[in-house]
């Protein structure tokens, strides 16, 4: 896959994700078997723009070269976003927290973070 497809489905993933959490955060994460009060919903709606911002930013680097600085520091970023968040995920699954959904968090920050990597060491 070409680094301008990937980085425009990681953008449109962190956009719809990040709408999500702005304008819906206790919908969301009930979805995932997670009840928020006032405080969560605080901190989703921040998780939310985050996750604009991560969008836009992988929007606009979705055409550079992926060998120049500028592209390989959203790469690198993206790739530390996705790993560290993956066992983040794994973490909420082995303590118990949510529901099945939360298998979905895994596996969507392990291909990204697969995808990430493939063009981070990527020769």
Do not use: H
Not at 37 to 44: F, L, V, W
Not at 70 to 75: G, L, N, P, Q, T
């Amino acid at each position: 896959m070409k680094s301008s497809v990937f980085l425009a489905i990681a953008a449109v993933v962190a956009f719809l994700f990040g709408l999500a959490f702005i304008l819906a955060p206790i919908q969301t994460m009930t979805m995932y078997g997670v009840n928020l009060d006032a405080s969560g919903q605080y901190i989703a709606r921040y998780l939310g723009s985050a996750f604009i911002g991560i969008a836009c930013i992988t929007w606009l680097a979705r055409n550079a070269d992926p060998k120049e600085k500028a592209a390989r520091a959203v790469i690198t970023g993206g790739f530390v976003l996705c790993l560290t968040s993956f066992v983040v995920a794994l973490f909420d699954v082995f303590l118990g927290i949510g529901n099945s959904m939360v298998w979905s968090t895994v596996l969507i920050y392990l291909l990204l973070a697969f995808g990430f990597g493939n063009f981070q060491f990527k020769k």
